[in-house]
């Protein structure tokens, strides 16, 4: 064996090391590609799964199908501060007025998640033990404003001056790939409730 030989020996060993080192590099940045899209996606279907639940009960602030049995639905909201909210609704349109409250839990509420951000958000209908799902929720805000546009203070002890409010969502996957969590936000600006402009 000449030394040339041994040359290219040696150089075919440091190019097939290299092509295995970028080989294992494609492989993480695939699995972690692969990862993110899928939490992002989740994240999305989460966002839209609590959006669409929120903007029907919201919506039916102060409806019943009996509309006798709430005849003044600018008194259907029962409670209100930044991350909860108490009205009276007809849930299930049986004409039997019922109180659906929402409200987030607290930050140790939710601790089976690597996510230390994550918490429940609580759906509770009359008296029910309170049922949370966890779909990533890290902020559930609410800002109420009057008839004229302006901003209600907290703490907000007239309640039927509220006209429309803001609802602020945000969403992060409750795993991560690197402590890299999926994050989606969405705000409803002005939501109304029909039956609160029934004044």
């Not at 494609?26 to 989740?42: A, H, P, R």
């Not at 999926?182 to 029934?198: D, K």
């Amino acid at each position: 064996m000449g030394f040339s030989t041994i040359i290219d020996i040696l150089g075919s060993t440091i190019v097939g090391g290299m092509l295995f080192l970028i080989l294992l590099r494609l492989n993480d940045t695939s699995v972690k590609n692969t990862y993110n899209y899928g939490g992002e996606l989740i994240v999305q279907q989460s966002l839209v799964e609590v959006v669409q639940l929120l903007e029907y009960d919201f919506r039916k602030i102060g409806f019943c199908k009996d509309w006798e049995k709430i005849p003044d639905p600018s008194l259907a909201i029962l409670t209100a501060d930044s991350i909860s909210i108490e009205f009276l609704t007809d849930v299930d349109a049986d004409e039997n007025v019922d109180t659906l409250r929402y409200f987030l839990g607290s930050p140790d509420s939710l601790t089976a998640t690597p996510n230390p951000r994550d918490r429940l958000l609580y759906r509770v209908i009359n008296n029910e033990i309170p049922g949370g799902s966890n779909l990533g929720v890290t902020k559930f805000q609410l800002t109420y404003y009057n008839a004229l546009g302006q901003q209600l203070p907290f703490p907000i002890t007239v309640t039927s001056a509220i006209y429309t409010m803001q609802i602020d969502i945000k969403i992060e996957s409750t795993v991560a790939y690197d402590n890299e969590y999926s994050t989606v936000f969405w705000r409803q600006i002005r939501l109304a409730a029909r039956n609160l402009r029934n004044r």
